[in-house]
């Protein structure tokens, strides 16, 4: 199963592709993983994407395609893998389309209001850099793990937040339009708690599975 999950930040798509990886035990492929992987590794295709991401910018879409092609065509891919966070735009996905074919998009829909508020909220240790979401903030401003001290992201900043989202709505948005044409879009609401989303996404899969096996 080859499963693909779109949702702009704050959607919880991050959260939801690791519970289907674990469940369904598929890899969880995510963008920010393979660039983190292959800078580790000093790999040509490694220190080129830092290069983007250290000046703030987007990593070019022949670099991450690379990396991604890279990265499914591993042993632990061969039953499927769970993306996140590639494609990221049409031309990507014209591109990921000559690499492999998606089983299953799920998106993630959320209000601009709502993704706002959950990613304002949302706080960073200052000392080993664990990130907090808007749900599992609990003491309040003090890391569980190390307690060091959780600040806000710059990144996390209303105004980047904005732009984050408009880049989504621009680029990424398109995508669902895209795979509707294939057929393979299952649209959740993402404004919904991270275990009623989870359940709808796994009923869905369950129910797939359960065609397949007849
Ligand atoms: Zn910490």
């Known amino acids: 199963m080859r499963i693909l999950i779109i949702g702009p930040q704050g959607s919880g798509k991050g959260t939801q592709s ?49 990396l991604v092609k890279e990265r499914v065509r591993q042993k632990d891919c061969r039953e499927g893998f769970v993306l996140d966070g590639y494609p990221r735009n049409i031309n990507q996905a014209r591109a990921l389309d000559k690499i492999t074919n998606l089983d299953k998009v799920f998106v993630l829909k959320i209000s601009d209001d709502i993704a706002i508020k959950r990613l304002t909220l949302r706080r960073q240790c200052n000392k080993c850099k664990t990130i907090y979401s808007y749900t599992s903030l609990k003491k309040k401003g003090i890391c569980s793990k190390c307690k060091g001290k959780l600040i806000q992201r710059n990144d996390d900043k209303s105004t980047a937040i904005k732009k984050r989202l408009d880049i989504y709505h621009k680029e990424t948005e398109p995508l669902i339009d895209y795979y509707k044409k294939k057929g393979i879009v299952h649209i959740i609401s993402g404004n919904q708690l991270v275990g009623k989303i989870a359940f709808e996404i796994d009923s869905f899969l369950q129910k797939e599975k359960d065609i397949l096996e007849l």
């Open 18 to 66: 690791k519970l289907i990886s674990e469940k369904y035990k598929l890899p969880h492929i995510s963008t920010g993983d393979i660039f983190r992987d292959a800078l580790l590794r000093k790999t040509e295709l490694g220190i080129k994407s830092d290069s983007f991401i250290k000046k703030g910018q987007l990593v070019h879409d022949d670099i991450v395609t690379n």
